[in-house]
C-alpha cells in the first residue's frame, strides 16, 4: 500500500521545532534525552543507524534512497515514483497480490514516499512477525520484476491519480505554485510526472533506472525499535547481499531564483473559496543561514502566536488558517506563505499579506519575539526525536542534506547562540515581497 | 463562576492502576507481547475525572482536557455552536485575554490546538515539564470564566464561515457526505455536520455559546489526561489546587432521540467540479461498546481495507475500475455507520461497480470469511494499537477516547481483545444483519460535465 510517511511532517517540524528542556539536557547529557544509537557501514556502502526502543514490541525499517525527481531525465518525468510504485507489484518469485497478502498477514504494510530529493521506503510490524517482515522487504527491495502488466497497471492508475490532481483545491494549489515559481526544474514537478511523461514510459527505461539508481552505496537504513543482536545480524547479511553499484549519480540542476515578483490569477469558477500562495528564495537545508531563517519565519508564520495569524486570522477573520513555511531542499530552497479565504476577500487578503511584510521589513522583530520564538523552538524539539523511528528518518534526513548529526546535540546551543541583530538582518536579506511569486486560485 | 475560597480536595475514588498486557501473538510459540502502561485515575469531589501517566522518553508533557458535549446536544438552528464554542475557548477568559493567551503560550514554549466532535470537544497542549502549573491556571480560566465577547465572536464567526468553507463547500466529498449523514442520521442530532450550516454560522449569537458554555463546561463533565514527564505526586497537588474549588454543573438530561431506521434504499448523485468520481455506500449500525461493532470492524477489514482487501483486489486489481477502496464501522455514541467507500476511474459504469460491490456483500453474508483473512484483520488492529501507543500525545489521545466514551479507560486494553475473539461466524452474523441491500444510501459523486448523460 502506497502511502506518504508520517515522517515527512516529523522532518518540517524537526526543523522548525528544536531543543531540550534546559534543566534536563544540555550537550554534555545529550544521551539522556537521544536514544541509543549506532551507525554503521557495510562493505557495500550502505549506512545503516540502529535505534533502539525497548518501550514497545515493534520493530521497523526506513530506507532513505537519494533519488527523487532529481534523478529523472525531463522527459521522463516521474519515473522515480513510478519504479517505487512497482516494487511490490511482483518480485522474481512472487505475484503482485501475494506480496500483499503477505505484508498484511504480519499486520504490515510495504510503504513507500517518492520526494524530489530522496524516496522513502519502509515497512514496520510487531516484533514476532518481522522476521517474515524483513524478508519481504529485502526481496521487494533486491528482485523486484516488473512485470509488463502490472506496470500497464500501476500506469493506468496513475493517470488518473494525475486527472484527480485538481479535485482537492489546496494541495492542486501547492503543485500550481511550484510549477509556476521552478519552471522546469524537477522542483516544479508533481512527483508522479505528467500524462505525457507517464504515457511514454517503457519497461526497459524503469529496469535502467532501477538499476542505476537504486544501490547501496549512498543509500541510508535506520532499523528501530526493540531490538536484538540477532535481528541486527540478519539485517546486516540481508541488506548486505545488496550489490553497490556506480555511485556517480545524476545531480539536480542549478537553479535561479526569478529576481522579479508577480501575480498568477488562474480563475476557476467552481471554487467556494480561493487559495492562495506566495513564494520565494529560500536556503538549502545545510546553509548556515537556514537556523536564523527559523526563527525569523517562526515570527512571522510559524503559530498561532505568529504576525501573520494575528493579523490575517485572528483581527481580520479573513481566513480559518495562513502559516509561513520553509521548504529545505539539497542545493536551494524556498520560502513560503500559505492560506484561503472566501473569493470576495481574496484581494484584501493578499494586500494584508504584504502589509504584514513590509512590517517587519521595516520594524524588525523585537527581543520578546525573538525570545518567545527560541523557546517555542527549543522546548518542541524533543518532540522531533520522541520516537525512534521520527529519531532515525530525521537523522537519515540531515544527514542526506549534509548537516552534521551533533546536530541534535548541539540544537539547543546554536538557538541560543542567534542574536537579535541576525535575525533582523537575515529578514532584511532573504525577505523579498517585490520578488514573491502569488498565485491565486479560485473565482476571480 | 470563578472558584471562591479554596475546598478541600477529597477524592471520591483514588486508585492506581498498573496495567500490564500479555498479547498472544499469532504465532502460539513466539514469546508474548509486553506492554507496560501505569495510568493512575482518580476522580475529584466535583467530578472531574483525571488521568495521569508518567512517560519520561522526553522533558515534555501531553496535556488533555475533553468535555463531554459535541454537536450531538445542539439543536437546528444553532449547529455548529458546540465547535463555534471551542473557538470561543481561545477568545479570552477573565485572567487571560484573547492576544496573551497565544502570547503566553508561544512564550513559553507551548504549542496547542482543540477539536470538536459530535460527542465530545477537547483541548490539548504540549508543554515543557516545568509548564504543568502555568497551562492549569490557563485552563482553569476558560472553564470557569470565558469572556465571550460579542466583538470577538464576531470576527471568529468569519473564521469558521472559512473553515467551513474549506472543509465543505470547497470540498466536494464532504458536500456529498453531509447530504448522505442527513438520510442516515434523520431524526438524530448526528445528522447535521459537526461545523454546522453556513446560516447558523452566520446567526451565531452570544446566547445560546453562553447558556452551552455554562450547561458543558464543568469539571464533572471533563476529562483530564496528562502524559508525560511528571511527577505524580506533584502532578496530583497541582490538580487539587487548580481544579478542586471549581464547582460542579448541573447537566442537563438529554431527550432520548433516536434515528430513525432506514427502510429503503437512497440513491444521491452529486455533480461537481471534479475529474475523478467516487461512491459512498452507507448502512446503518450499532454505536459504540456495541458487542457487534468489533465484528463488524473486522468485517470492513477484510471487505476494502488495505491491497490485500477483498474489494481492493476486484475492483482495483482485477477490473481496475476503482483506484482505492475502503470501509469503516464508524461508532459514535448513540449511533454507528458502516461505510463503504470506493475512488472510481472516469471510466467505469455505475451498474458494474454496485454489482461487484454487491457480489462481495453477498459472499460475506453468506460464507464465512477464512481463517487467514481473519487472523490478518486482527493482526492489523494489535499492531495499530501498538503504533498508537508510542508518543505522550497519542497515549494520552488514545486514554482520554476511551475514558470519554466508555467512562472506563481500560476499554483502550479490553477492546483489543474483543478484536481478538471475534469469530468468522460473528463476522457473517453481521454482515446478515446490517448489510441489507435494501436499507442504505447510494451517494456518488461526479463530474458536472456527466451530468447530462445517463447513468
Known sequence: MKKILLSILVLVAAVSCSTFDKTISRVGDSNKTLRKHRVETLPNGLKIFFIEDPSLPRLSLQLLMPVGTVSEPQERAGLNAMTVALLDQGTQKKKALEIADLFADSGSEFESAAGADFTVLSTSSLTTEFRKVLDLFVEVLLSPEFPLQEIERTRQQVLVQLKGRQDRSGPWADLLMAKNYFQNHPYGRDTYGTPESVQKMNREEIIQFFKKNYIPNGARLALTG??????????????????????????????????????????????????????????????????????????????????????????????????????PKKDTGSWIISTFSKNPTAQQTVDEVFNVLKKILQEGVSAEELKAAKNLAQAQFPRSIETADRLAYNMMALDFYGVPLDYFEKFSQMIDAITLDQVNKTIKEYLKPDQMQVLVYGQQ | MKPFGSRCLQFIAARVVYLTFLFSAANAQAPNLNVNLPVEKYTLKNGLTVLLVKDSTIPLVSFHTWYRVGSRHERPGITGAAHMLEHMMFKGAKKYSNKDFDRILHANGITNNAFTSYDYTGFYETLPKNKLELIMDLERDRLSSLLLKPEDLLSEKEV????????????????????????????????????????????????????????????????????????????????????????????????????????????????????????????????????????????????????????????????????????????????????????????????????????????????????????????????SFVDGLATQDSKARALAAAEIVSGDFRTLFSDLDKYQKVTAADVRRVAQQYLDSNKRVIAWLKPQAQAGEKK
Do not use: C
Not at chain 1, 481580520?316 to 502559516?323: A, H, N, Q, R, V
Not at chain 2, 447537566?251 to 467540479?273: G, Q, W
Not at chain 2, 483506484?323 to 459504469?349: C, D, E, M, N
Open chain 1, 226 to 327: 526493540r531490538l536484538t543482536p540477532e535481528i541486527e545480524t540478519e539485517v546486516r547479511q540481508k541488506f548486505g547481499q545488496w550489490k553497490a553499484g556506480d555511485s556517480n549519480l545524476a545531480q539536480s540542476p542549478e537553479f535561479k531564483h526569478p529576481q522579479k515578483g508577480g501575480v498568477l490569477k488562474l480563475p476557476s469558477p467552481h471554487k467556494a473559496q480561493t487559495e492562495i500562495r506566495f513564494i520565494q528564495r529560500g536556503v538549502s537545508r545545510n546553509h548556515p543561514d537556514f537556523l536564523k531563517l527559523r526563527i525569523a519565519n517562526e515570527i512571522l508564520g510559524g503559530s498561532f502566536a505568529s504576525r501573520l495569524n494575528q493579523r490575517v486570522r485572528d483581527d481580520l477573520g479573513l481566513t480559518y488558517s495562513i502559516y509561513s513555511g520553509l521548504d
Open chain 2, 160 to 383: 469558521v464561515a472559512e473553515e467551513r468553507r474549506w472543509r465543505v463547500e470547497n470540498n466536494p466529498q464532504s458536500l456529498l457526505r453531509e447530504q448522505a449523514m442527513e438520510i442516515m442520521f434523520s431524526g438524530h442530532p448526528y445528522r447535521w455536520p459537526v461545523i454546522g450550516y453556513m446560516k447558523d454560522i452566520n446567526d451565531y449569537t452570544i446566547p445560546p455559546l453562553r447558556d452551552f458554555y455554562e450547561k458543558y463546561y464543568g469539571p464533572n463533565n471533563a476529562v483530564l489526561v496528562i502524559a508525560g514527564d511528571i511527577n505524580i505526586e506533584e502532578a496530583k497537588k497541582l490538580v487539587d489546587k487548580y481544579y478542586a474549588d471549581l464547582p460542579q454543573r448541573t447537566i442537563p438530561e438529554e431527550p432520548a432521540f433516536k434515528v430513525k431506521a432506514l427502510r429503503e434504499r437512497r440513491t444521491i448523485k452529486l455533480y461537481k467540479d471534479v475529474q475523478v468520481p467516487s461512491l459512498m455506500i452507507s448502512y446503518q449500525s450499532p454505536p459504540e461498546m456495541h458487542p457487534d461493532s468489533y465484528p463488524l470492524e473486522v468485517l470492513a477489514q477484510v471487505m476494502a481495507n488495505g491491497v490485500s482487501s477483498r474489494l481492493s483486489k476486484e475492483l482495483v486489481y482485477n477490473k481496475q475500475w476503482a483506484t482505492g477502496t475502503g470501509a469503516y464501522q464508524w461508532s459514535l455514541k448513540q449511533a454507528g455507520l458502516f461505510g463503504v467507500y470506493i475512488s472510481l476511474k472516469p471510466t467505469s459504469k455505475d451498474d458494474d461497480v454496485l454489482q461487484a460491490v454487491d457480489r462481495e456483500i453477498f459472499r460475506l453474508r453468506h460464507q464465512l470469511i477464512t481463517e487467514r483473512e481473519l487472523k490478518r484483520a486482527q493482526n492489523q488492529f494489535m499492531t
